[in-house]
């Protein structure tokens, strides 16, 4: 054997070594694309599913902001129209007819009366002539307030007075009145 014929033999097996390691290179570097690409994809997903979360999360709150801000007007439309009630019902009362509001105060201080020893009445200027007893003016749209000897019990029957308490209490029946 010659020294070419080992030479021949030598940088033949060293080629083979060689194109086996660049194969098992290619072949590793395939796999570590592949590996990647797959972590890639799975991040993008992951990403997708992420913003369309978000996007939904975004959609909820803002459906839920415009529900509440339609029914925070409809209960702001619903507190106007009760207090127009209110008003025009105030109006109704100032504007009684005199034999009205008569009837109206003697039956008040007949129910003070019921309660407490009356000795003062306060009410508005327009009734103070239909009162017998000793009475203060105060600007009252009607009505009276009841005081006893030594002002330490008062009884308010104010119009004002009475017609407050009577929309607190029936809140809910005037709002399925109005509101049906």
């Known amino acids: ?83 127009k009630a209110k008003i025009q019902t105030q109006k109704k009362l100032k504007d009684l007819k005199k034999s009205e509001r008569k009837k109206h105060i003697r039956k008040l201080i007949k129910k003070a009366e019921n309660d407490i020893s009356v000795d003062k009445v306060i009410c508005s200027a327009q009734d103070k002539s239909v009162i017998e007893k000793k009475t203060d003016v105060k600007d009252l749209s009607g009505g009276i307030i009841a005081v006893n000897k030594d002002s330490t019990i008062r009884i308010d029957y104010s119009y004002d007075n009475i017609l407050g308490q009577v929309f607190q209490d029936n809140l809910n029946k005037l709002s399925d009145i109005l509101f049906r």
């Open 1 to 83: 054997m010659g020294l070419e014929q080992i030479k021949s033999e030598i940088i033949g097996k060293a080629e083979k070594k060689a194109q086996k390691i660049i194969k098992d290179a290619k072949k590793q570097a395939a796999e570590i694309q592949k590996e990647a690409d797959k972590e890639i994809s799975e991040y993008k997903d992951k990403k997708l599913n992420q913003k369309q979360k978000a996007m939904d999360d975004y959609k909820r709150l803002s459906e839920s902001g415009i529900e509440f801000d339609k029914k925070s007007l409809n209960l702001s439309m619903k507190k106007d129209i009760l207090d």
